[in-house]
C-alpha cells in the first residue's frame, strides 16, 4: 500500500511497542496473519499519525500556526482549546485527541487547506475523518472503564463482570460492517489480548469465590453468562473449600453470638406444641448452603448488604467480608487498543 503509506508518512510506524509489559498478540499470529493484519491497519495509523504531527507542529509554532489556530477557532465560535498530545504513557489520551479532533474537526480543516502553514500533508480524507470518529466511538468503552476503575479501589467482583462486557463489546463491534477493516481488524487483536487476560482470572481462586459471595452474582453469573459446567462446579468447590477449611467453625465473639441467636427467650414446657416435635428432624444447613440456595438480589453495594445480614450468615460473612474487600488493579484490559 504505496510501501505502506510511505513508511507511514516518513518513518513513524507505529509497531505496538510492549508498554507496560502488554502482550503484543500479532507475534503468535502467522507470517500470512500479520501480514493481513498490517496492511489492513496502515489507514488508522496513518491518521492517528497525522493527528499526532498536527498536534505537535502547532504546539511548536507559536509565532504561526498557532496564532492562526486560534484566529480560526474565534471564527468557528469555539472554545480557546489546544490539541491534546496522544501521550502512550498516559491513559486515554487517544481517546481524548479524536474527541477533541472530532469537535474542532472544522477548525482543523481550515488550518490545513491554507497553503501558507504548508500542512497539506495532514489533510484528512473522508474515510479517515470516519476512521477518527469510529475509532473515537469503540474507544469510550476503555475509557469509561478506567475512569470507573480509578473512582475508588477497585474490588474483584468489578473485575469479571467489566471485562465481561468488554469483551462482549469487542465480539460485536469486530463483526458490524459499520466499522472499517482498520477498525475491525484493530478490535479483532484487542479482544484476543483481553481474552489472554480474563483467563489469567481462572489461575487466581479469588476472583472466582469473590464472585460467589456476591449476593447479586453467586453461581448464577457464571450458569448466565454460559460458563461449562465444570468450571462452576469448580467455582463452586472452591468456595466449600475455603468455607469448610477456613471459616465454618470460625468462634464468634459474644456479641456476634447473641447477635446471630437473637433476645433469650423464656422457658416453656417443650411438650406444649406436640405436632411441632413429633415431625421427623432434619439436618440443618450450614450457613454457605443456605447462602448459595436463596435467590440473588439486586445489590449495588455487596459489603453493605453482608454487614445488615451477618445475623443470618454470623461466621460466612467474614468469610465475605475477607474476599469482597480485597483490591484490585485492572490496568492492563483497559489499555489494549492504545497499544
Same mark, same amino acid.
Given at each position: 500500500?504505496?510501501?505502506?503509506?510511505e513508511a507511514?508518512?516518513?518513518g513513524?510506524v507505529?509497531?505496538g511497542?510492549?508498554?507496560?509489559?502488554?502482550?503484543?498478540e500479532?507475534?503468535v499470529m502467522?507470517?500470512?496473519?500479520?501480514?493481513?493484519f498490517?496492511?489492513?491497519v496502515?489507514?488508522m495509523?496513518?491518521v +492517528?499519525?497525522?493527528l499526532?504531527?498536527?498536534?505537535y507542529k502547532?504546539?511548536h509554532s507559536?509565532?504561526?500556526?498557532l496564532? $492562526?489556530?486560534?484566529a480560526?477557532?474565534?471564527?468557528k465560535?469555539l472554545?480557546?482549546?489546544l490539541m491534546?498530545?496522544d501521550v502512550?504513557t *498516559?491513559?486515554?489520551?487517544t481517546?481524548?485527541m =479524536?474527541?477533541?479532533?472530532v469537535?474542532?474537526?472544522h477548525?482543523?480543516?481550515?488550518?490545513?487547506?491554507d497553503?501558507?502553514?504548508?500542512l497539506?500533508q495532514?489533510?484528512?480524507?473522508?474515510n479517515e475523518w470516519?476512521?477518527?470518529?469510529q475509532?473515537?466511538d469503540?474507544l469510550k468503552v +476503555?475509557r469509561?472503564?478506567?475512569?470507573?476503575?480509578?473512582?475508588?479501589v477497585p474490588?474483584l467482583?468489578?473485575?469479571i463482570p467489566?471485562?465481561?462486557?468488554?469483551?462482549?463489546?469487542f465480539a460485536t463491534d469486530?463483526i458490524?460492517?459499520k466499522?472499517s477493516?482498520?477498525?475491525?481488524?484493530s +478490535?479483532?487483536?484487542?479482544?484476543r489480548t483481553l481474552?489472554r487476560y480474563?483467563?489469567l482470572?481462572?489461575?487466581?481462586?479469588?476472583?472466582?469465590?469473590?464472585?460467589?459471595?456476591?449476593?447479586?452474582?453467586?453461581l448464577k453469573y457464571?450458569?448466565?453468562?454460559?460458563w461449562e459446567?465444570?468450571w462452576?462446579?469448580?467455582?463452586?468447590q472452591l468456595?466449600r473449600?475455603g468455607?469448610d477449611h477456613s471459616?465454618?467453625?470460625?468462634e464468634?465473639?459474644?456479641?456476634?453470638i447473641e447477635?446471630?441467636e437473637?433476645?433469650a427467650?423464656?422457658?416453656q414446657n417443650?411438650?406444649d406444641?406436640?405436632?411441632s416435635i413429633?415431625?421427623?428432624t432434619r439436618?440443618?444447613?450450614?450457613e454457605?448452603? *443456605?447462602?448459595l440456595t436463596? $435467590?440473588?438480589?439486586?445489590?449495588p453495594d455487596?459489603?453493605?448488604?453482608w454487614k445488615?445480614?451477618?445475623?443470618?450468615?454470623p461466621c460466612l460473612?467474614?468469610? $465475605?467480608?475477607?474476599?469482597?474487600?480485597?483490591?484490585?488493579?485492572?490496568?492492563?484490559p483497559?489499555? =489494549?487498543?492504545?497499544a
Open positions: 500500500m504505496e510501501v505502506r503509506m507511514i508518512l516518513n513513524e507505529e509497531d511497542d510492549d508498554e507496560d509489559g502488554l502482550v503484543d500479532t507475534t502467522s507470517a500470512s496473519e500479520q501480514s493481513d498490517h496492511h489492513a496502515v489507514p495509523q496513518v +492517528l499519525v497525522k499526532r504531527k498536527l498536534a502547532m504546539i507559536t509565532t504561526k500556526i496564532p $492562526a489556530w486560534r480560526i477557532v474565534v471564527e465560535n472554545a480557546d482549546r491534546p498530545r502512550s *498516559r491513559w486515554n489520551s481517546y481524548n =479524536l474527541v477533541f479532533v469537535d474542532y474537526q477548525v482543523i480543516r481550515v488550518l490545513v487547506a497553503d501558507e502553514y504548508d497539506q495532514y489533510m484528512m480524507f473522508t470516519k476512521i477518527v470518529q475509532l473515537r469503540v +476503555l469509561d472503564a478506567t475512569e470507573f476503575f480509578s473512582q475508588s474490588n467482583t468489578n473485575v467489566a471485562m465481561n462486557y468488554i469483551d462482549e463489546r469486530t458490524d460492517e466499522y477493516v482498520a477498525i475491525r481488524a +478490535l479483532s487483536v484487542a479482544k481474552n480474563y483467563n482470572t481462572d489461575d487466581s481462586h479469588v476472583y472466582q469465590i469473590a464472585m460467589v459471595l456476591h449476593p447479586a452474582y453467586k457464571f450458569h448466565d453468562h454460559g459446567p465444570e462452576i462446579e469448580t467455582a463452586w468456595v473449600d468455607w471459616y465454618a467453625l470460625v464468634l465473639e459474644a456479641d456476634e447477635e446471630a437473637g433476645p427467650k423464656p422457658l417443650m411438650f406444641n406436640m405436632a413429633s415431625r421427623p439436618a440443618p444447613q450450614d454457605l448452603t *443456605r447462602y436463596a $435467590a440473588t438480589e439486586n445489590v455487596p459489603i453493605l448488604w445488615t445480614h451477618k445475623s443470618l450468615y460473612y467474614h468469610m $465475605a467480608i475477607d474476599y469482597l474487600t480485597i483490591p484490585d488493579y485492572p490496568r492492563k483497559y489499555m =489494549l487498543c492504545y
